[in-house]
């Protein structure tokens, strides 16, 4: 605890001897690293430093209304004398993407995390694996540095806090996460308003998708087992990305019942994505493990390179062995 | 404030000389008053007191994991000397059902709520509309019982106050609330699990009815109305009860883009249930009184005696309206 106390104090003071800060959330931007970088960028701004957040390239809409600016890589390009860069919520290099010159050239480089795989690729790293979010530690970091919480920084906070925790649901939520929470809504920040930006709107397509893959549930294993199996041509006709397919084996996993939740996206022919979900007992990562995939206990994934009937043979195989 | 404070003391004092006590919450038991009662219920038997939750029936299935005992109206009847009755999350006496008699004959009623249109129908009533939920109070009155927070009563009181909130997500979700989480979650109660019983399970017949509403939604007024309407065959044929509905207009009002939700659902030939929820502007407590209904500016409902066909052009009209 006293290493990570200095750790944090020894970033406190590089910041404060900064002047022009480049801040750099991950590739595939994400609530937690969007709204740390436009909270700590426009809490440095209050104490007269330059501060730019630059991103890969742009945020998902359903971001566009943090408050906070950016540039892109290609505007930070040709203006990239930036003493001090700061990455947020990047667990490698490799998720800086194209941005790794910026940070090649920072004199003083830092890295703020909470992913347990972070490498400490930085001259200065803190990484606290039992924060919730990024946001949770750059919480500490404003007040280590003593710059007040406005309404600005506290709804970018509170959107990275609460997407991380998939609105405080996920067991990494801890009690300090519900304080900190508290403590940003003293501002007065319109919580119904992000939350229902955040977590409660969909796109046509996605609700399209969502319906189509109800109709094609089917259950093994007296319902234990509930698969989605979604064609290629079906995500071709409902104009489908990447991004609208998250959260359907989670569809599958919340059926009453149900333990193992799994969809088998034929995301082009002979190109089989599998993700898998469990609630109680499964060891999901087993079963993706033995097919060349990974990830953890209760969620996990594999690529499987068949047809589409030949690889849900395979998955069904091995999760009714799952269950012996 | 210095009156509430009053009325808390001397709710306090009555429990403490209560020796056998019967807590009473609403018919159609929710998280919240379920929750809240649990709660109170095993805290005061900490203390030694008698203490009996009764229900008017049973307690939906969501909510048969959460720790409490309760018996119901019929086996109380026989066994009702109860002399001091406590009312949780009820607004009026009328939800009290049948157990309307046990309250009567109480020596001492008390009436703990946060309804603003709470009658005080009780000897003494703690009534405090700015708080998120029941749970919230039930967790000060513990307090100042001094009756430490265990783990059993901290699953209850996060249950209250999460379902009453949606979780942490609606406008009455405090600062507060928040603070309190927090020292519920100091006893490690198991958030994650809790989460996925009350929000993150889904009955089939209510996914295949997702389904159905989904492929029956339309768009008028260039996409800020949208409409699901539900005829009485295609609910029979699902199977489909009262609570299954719950929710779809809020499915209506998150497509990307509209401002107002609609459910028009025939709940029998010439009786149309028709509820409305907006996001931002339109004011639905007008358009739903209009067709003799009420509520809210955002969520409101009316019940319209006509043919479906009927009810939908009529309901089509005031909306547009109300856009106006």
């Not at 390009?77 to 910026?102: P, Q």
């Not at 003083?108 to 347990?116: K, L």
């Not at 969620?299 to 030949?310: F, H, I, P, V, Y």
Request: aromatic share 6%.
């Amino acid at each position: 605890m006293n290493k990570m106390m200095n750790e944090m104090n020894e970033i406190v003071e590089q910041i404060q001897k900064a002047s022009k800060i480049a801040i750099l959330p991950h590739v595939d931007p994400d609530g937690d690293c969007l709204g740390s970088s436009f909270a700590v960028s426009l809490a440095l701004q209050k104490t007269g430093k330059k501060v730019q957040v630059i991103l890969e390239n742009d945020r998902p809409e359903m971001f566009h209304f943090l408050p906070g600016s950016y540039i892109n890589y290609e505007a930070a390009e040709a203006n990239d004398d930036y003493d001090t860069v700061i990455c947020l919520d990047s667990g490698d290099l490799k998720r800086l993407g194209k941005r790794y010159v910026i940070f090649e050239k920072g004199s003083v480089t830092v890295n703020i995390d909470h992913h347990a795989t972070n490498t400490r690729y930085a001259q200065y790293n803190y990484v606290d694996v039992n924060a919730a979010a990024t946001g949770e530690i750059v919480y500490q970091f404003i007040h280590q540095l003593r710059i007040p919480i406005c309404h600005d920084i506290a709804t970018n906070l509170y959107v990275a806090i609460s997407t991380d925790t998939g609105g405080f649901k996920y067991s990494n939520t801890t009690a300090k996460t519900h304080a900190v929470i508290a403590e940003l809504m003293e501002t007065g920040i319109p919580i119904a308003d992000i939350n229902r930006k955040i977590f409660d709107t969909m796109s046509l397509v996605k609700l399209k998708l969502t319906a189509a893959a109800i109709e094609r549930i089917q259950f093994y294993h007296e319902g234990l087992i509930c698969v989605i199996v979604l064609p290629n041509d079906l995500l071709c006709d409902l104009g489908v990305t990447e991004d609208d397919t998250e959260g359907l084996t989670g569809l599958a996993k919340s059926v009453q019942g149900v333990e193992v939740g799994v969809l088998i996206k034929e995301k082009e022919p002979g190109v089989i994505k599998v993700s898998f979900r469990s609630n109680e007992y499964i060891d999901v990562a087993n079963i993706a493990a033995s097919l060349g995939g990974g990830g953890h206990k209760r969620a996990s994934g594999c690529t499987l390179n068949m047809n589409l009937d030949e690889a849900v043979d395979v998955v069904l195989k091995k999760l009714e062995e799952a269950f012996k």
